[in-house]
């Protein structure tokens, strides 16, 4: 297939599209507006799910919720327009390309926050992720060389393992989210998670074009509604938040460093920089723009911008948005400025707090009916990788199986490390962590270890009389 000519100078043009790269063209507002739509569309559930979800977990109240959430929305726009605008050579890809708080590092995050006495939960994570992105920047250029030990064997497992371990949130979510309380569990809470989860279904099988993209916010919308004549609605959070205002840096204390779980979070950034390194292979063949290991370098040096700095307004380690990638494919509209629009969006939904706050209203139990297909997503792109990778070879099957059961033993046993050192508990606590640590070195033992040595066998084998 023929590239389209790119502009002189890689930059933006708003000449007719076979004039200019479709990656670098303006689109007028009718188009522009509609597409960038979609995008945030697509993106805003994944967007406030890690700062929902730590947020619960670490017990913070309606209005640092509500911080969270909006500080989460500012550096996804600030990451996703670091991205698709960039500076040329530097930084940034400058494709249509999404960047966000990942829900990869959800699992490890809690499993630091368990291992850390209150007060210096947050603190704990935001030292590690800090860590974690200046490992990206350090890794990045090399990484291209790193890829042949992270393989579609190995993040299919680590992607399966992410929506596993993470579906006992949205169940207990679904049960009302405090198991303190003495109604948790009440068929209420059971009977709206289900009613959500029956609507979401319900447009994705019936609606069409924007809507059938949107539902999931459809169901978070209309479970909301639908909870307010029992009272299952909470509006405070909506009345004590600021209008605007800018988060504060370092809000939850300084930074702590702790080695094991700095050690969780940089295992999780080399799947989440496989994931980007992937999503923006992917994207330059939808874009008809080749992506070569300079353009991964300037997309990975931005994901580790984004979750060096990020932490220090309430950030978490950022990432690619397959979601996104897979809009452009469906929409073939692959201006980056598109998405550049939608990275503005979000950065003017953080800068107001009261945005941010409506997000927070959503009950519990619609969450956890929306994160039943939420996280169930992210295990069935596990297993749509783990398809690609080749198991009907008996060394993957056994690989897969060991991995994906070194990842299920912390949630099958709560209490399995309970006698392990502080710092194994903390990183084999975390299924993912512990998933993918045995996924790599099985990788290693079986495909890599000898087999140089087996190939120069073989043809000596072959050249002996």
């Given at each position: 297939?023929a590239?389209?000519a790119e502009?002189p100078?890689d930059?933006?043009?708003s000449?007719p599209?076979?004039a200019c790269?479709p990656?670098?063209?303006?689109?007028?507002?009718?188009?522009?507006?509609?597409a960038?739509?979609?995008?945030?569309?697509a993106?805003y559930?994944g967007?406030?799910t890690?700062?929902l979800?730590?947020?619960?977990?670490v017990?913070?109240?309606?209005?640092?919720?509500?911080?969270?959430?909006?500080?989460?929305?500012?550096i996804?726009?600030?990451?996703?327009?670091?991205?698709?605008?960039?500076?040329?050579?530097?930084?940034?890809?400058?494709?249509p390309?999404v960047?966000a708080a990942?829900?990869?590092?959800?699992?490890?995050?809690?499993?630091?926050?368990?291992?850390?006495?209150?007060g210096?939960?947050l603190?704990a994570i935001?030292g590690?992720?800090?860590?974690?992105?200046l490992?990206?920047?350090v890794v990045?250029?090399?990484?291209g060389?790193?890829?042949?030990?992270?393989?579609?064997?190995?993040?299919?497992?680590?992607?399966t393992?992410?929506g596993?371990?993470?579906?006992?949130v949205?169940?207990?979510?679904?049960q009302?989210?405090d198991?303190e309380?003495?109604d948790?569990?009440?068929?209420?809470?059971?009977a709206?998670?289900a009613?959500t989860?029956?609507?979401?279904?319900?447009?994705?099988r019936?609606?069409?074009?924007f809507?059938k993209q949107v539902a999931l916010l459809m169901g978070l919308l209309?479970?909301?509604?639908?909870?307010?004549?029992f009272g299952l609605?909470d509006?405070?959070?909506l009345?004590?938040?600021?209008v605007?205002a800018?988060?504060?840096?370092?809000?939850?204390?300084?930074?702590?460093?702790?080695?094991?779980a700095?050690?969780?979070?940089?295992i999780?950034?080399l799947?989440l920089?496989?994931?980007?390194?992937?999503?923006?292979l992917?994207?330059?063949?939808?874009?008809?723009?080749?992506?070569?290991?300079?353009t991964?370098?300037r997309g990975?040096r931005?994901d580790?911008?984004a979750?060096l700095?990020?932490?220090v307004?309430?950030?978490?380690p950022?990432?690619a948005?397959a979601?996104?990638?897979?809009?452009?494919?469906?929409t073939?509209?692959?201006?980056?400025y598109?998405?550049?629009v939608?990275g503005?969006?979000?950065?003017?939904?953080?800068?107001?707090?009261v945005?941010g706050?409506v997000?927070?209203?959503?009950?519990?139990?619609?969450?956890g009916g929306?994160?039943?297909?939420?996280?169930?997503?992210?295990?069935?792109?596990?297993?749509?990788t783990?398809s690609?990778?080749?198991?009907?070879?008996s060394?993957?099957i056994v690989?897969v199986?060991?991995?994906?059961g070194?990842?299920?033993?912390?949630?099958?046993?709560?209490?399995?490390?309970?006698?392990?050192?502080a710092?194994?508990?903390?990183v084999l606590?975390?299924?993912?962590?512990?998933?993918a640590?045995v996924?790599v070195s099985?990788?290693?033992?079986?495909?890599?270890?000898g087999?140089?040595d087996?190939a120069?066998?073989?043809?000596a084998?072959?050249?002996?009389?």
């Amino acid at each position: 297939m023929a590239q389209p000519a790119e502009g002189p100078t890689d930059g933006p043009c708003s000449t007719p599209p076979d004039a200019c790269h479709p990656v670098d063209e303006k689109l007028h507002a009718s188009r522009l507006v509609p597409a960038a739509l979609q995008h945030i569309a697509a993106m805003y559930a994944g967007v406030v799910t890690p700062p929902l979800i730590i947020g619960q977990a670490v017990g913070l109240d309606a209005a640092a919720q509500t911080r969270l959430i909006a500080a989460s929305l500012l550096i996804a726009g600030l990451a996703t327009l670091l991205q698709t605008l960039g500076v040329k050579n530097v930084v940034g890809n400058r494709l249509p390309f999404v960047n966000a708080a990942s829900s990869a590092g959800i699992a490890p995050m809690l499993a630091i926050a368990e291992n850390s006495s209150t007060g210096h939960q947050l603190p704990a994570i935001y030292g590690a992720v800090m860590v974690a992105g200046l490992f990206c920047l350090v890794v990045g250029p090399f990484f291209g060389r790193l890829l042949r030990f992270f393989p579609p064997l190995v993040t299919g497992v680590v992607i399966t393992l992410i929506g596993v371990t993470l579906m006992p949130v949205p169940v207990s979510w679904a049960q009302g989210g405090d198991k303190e309380a003495a109604d948790f569990g009440d068929m209420r809470f059971l009977a709206l998670a289900a009613f959500t989860l029956v609507v979401i279904l319900l447009f994705q099988r019936f609606a069409r074009g924007f809507f059938k993209q949107v539902a999931l916010l459809m169901g978070l919308l209309i479970g909301t509604l639908a909870a307010v004549p029992f009272g299952l609605a909470d509006f405070s959070s909506l009345r004590s938040a600021p209008v605007a205002a800018l988060p504060t840096p370092f809000a939850a204390g300084a930074p702590e460093f702790d080695a094991a779980a700095i050690l969780s979070l940089c295992i999780v950034m080399l799947v989440l920089m496989t994931e980007s390194s992937a999503g923006m292979l992917a994207l330059g063949e939808i874009c008809e723009r080749r992506t070569d290991g300079a353009t991964i370098t300037r997309g990975l040096r931005t994901d580790g911008i984004a979750t060096l700095v990020g932490p220090v307004f309430g950030g978490f380690p950022t990432s690619a948005f397959a979601q996104n990638v897979g809009v452009v494919s469906l929409t073939r509209v692959r201006s980056r400025y598109v998405v550049a629009v939608a990275g503005g969006a979000l950065i003017v939904l953080g800068a107001f707090p009261v945005l941010g706050a409506v997000v927070s209203l959503v009950p519990m139990p619609v969450l956890g009916g929306a994160g039943i297909v939420l996280f169930g997503s992210i295990a069935v792109s596990g297993i749509r990788t783990l398809s690609e990778a080749g198991l009907d070879d008996s060394s993957n099957i056994v690989l897969v199986a060991v991995a994906l059961g070194a990842g299920i033993i912390p949630l099958a046993a709560p209490t399995f490390y309970a006698d392990f050192p502080a710092w194994a508990q903390t990183v084999l606590g975390s299924g993912i962590s512990a998933g993918a640590l045995v996924a790599v070195s099985l990788n290693l033992f079986f495909h890599h270890l000898g087999t140089r040595d087996s190939a120069r066998s073989e043809v000596a084998a072959l050249k002996s009389p």
